[in-house]
């Protein structure tokens, strides 16, 4: 499982160098192809960011229309971090 980072999305909005490298990641993602979560954090911010009500309708359709990409909940550092750090 892969975790989409704030900067994927904004490569992509704001039509930086990679954006087009950012699109075909995503494109996997949304179909499926890889599994991936995004935090609710993440996409606030890139709500905040984008500032535009377009954009960011856009984004929550393309979010909620993804069937690899699901909005984390807090309680992952419980599940997934602290046994992570034990191993270490």
Known sequence: MLLVDTNVFLELFLGQK???ECEKFLQKISDGEFEA?????TIHAIE??????GLILVFL?????????NCMRR???KRWLLPC???K
Do not use: K, P, T
């Open 85 to 87: 750090l034990r191993v």
């Open 48 to 53: 905040a960011i984008l500032n535009n009500s």
């Open 18 to 20: 990679r954006a087009e």
């Open 75 to 77: 309680a992952w550092r």
């Open 37 to 41: 979560v995004v935090s609710r954090f």
């Open 61 to 69: 359709g393309n979010v909620q229309g993804s069937l690899g990409l």
